[in-house]
């Protein structure tokens, strides 16, 4: 498997690994007030320690998914994120 590959198929499975973290979090519901990024990458258990560049990877990972259509953004003072009614996964 290429490089290029191998990354697209570990960007997928962390995408999947955040909704199941999202799973857990009551907030992150369908219908519920949603979660901030931080609170998710907790959850994930992908923080990294790197201080004010923190929570960049799961950001991006969040903002990607919303896109995509996969989760729902709250706009509620800061970006929250909460699974869809109708998540397949």
Not at 35 to 41: N, T, V, Y
Not at 55 to 69: A, F, I, K, V, Y
Request: hydrophobic share 40%.
């Amino acid at each position: 498997m290429s490089v290029v590959l191998e990354g697209e198929r570990l960007i997928e499975e962390c995408k999947h690994h955040l909704v199941r973290a999202m799973r857990t979090l009551p907030e992150c519901q369908p219908g519920g007030r949603g979660a901030g990024s931080s609170e998710i990458e907790m959850a994930a258990g992908f923080a990294l320690a790197l201080g004010s560049q923190d929570n960049w990877l799961t950001w991006s990972l969040l903002q990607r998914m919303w896109r995509d259509g996969v989760i729902d953004l709250v706009r509620m003072g800061r970006l929250r994120y909460r699974l869809k009614a109708d998540d397949p996964s």
